[in-house]
């Protein structure tokens, strides 16, 4: 092989060289910026699921504690209209349970007010419009009043017949 050609030859392998180093270096570059696109996607996502569970928590916790409300109320009128229609003079003791069952509508009421609140805080959540890990609430007062979940028929459907009957069997006692 004459020393022209050689010298051709190992210019064109060099040029080659450094046309593959520099395709390395760009598809290396691109791989890393889309490594480091889906990992951060991914932990976006991850951010974004566990800020939704920890809210659907707290609202799972908060619904936990109606049914019991609602148990101990219906207990509570059943003992005291027993009471008062058993022995007449045990009347007195319907209107404490009154005042209880009317309590248990309050602590009712504003389970449901904070749950319906979290609901909306899950939907933003959900929407990405929540600062990272964010679980107040204040934002979405002016959405949902306390005294619209207190005369929810799942309120109100309960505690108020339950009042009723106290106040009438007081009445009667």
């Known amino acids: 092989m004459p020393v022209n050609e050689y010298a051709s030859l190992q ?24 490594v480091t696109d889906i990992a951060e996607s991914l932990v976006g996502e991850l951010r974004l ?21 609602q148990r101990t109320a219906v207990s509570i009128t059943t003992v005291a ?26 602590l009712h009421g504003y389970y449901l007010w904070l749950s319906r609140l979290y609901r909306h805080l899950y939907d933003a959540v959900v929407a990405g419009q929540v600062p990272d890990l964010a679980v107040t609430v204040a934002a979405y007062r002016c959405r949902e009043r306390y005294w619209r979940a207190l005369a929810s028929t ?16 007081g009445v009667a006692a």
Do not use: D
């Open 11 to 34: 210019r064109t392998l060099s040029y080659a060289g450094q046309q593959v180093s520099t395709a390395v270096e760009r598809a290396g570059t691109a791989l890393a910026g889309s």
């Open 49 to 69: 699921s566990t800020h939704a569970r920890m809210v659907q928590e707290v609202k799972g916790r908060l619904a936990a504690h109606q049914p019991a409300l």
């Open 81 to 106: 209209v027993g009471a008062a229609l058993a022995a007449p003079r045990l009347g007195v003791v319907v209107w404490p349970a009154l005042v209880a069952v009317l309590a248990f509508a309050g």
């Open 154 to 169: 799942t309120v109100a459907g309960l505690y108020l017949p339950l009042a009723v009957l106290l106040v009438v069997v």
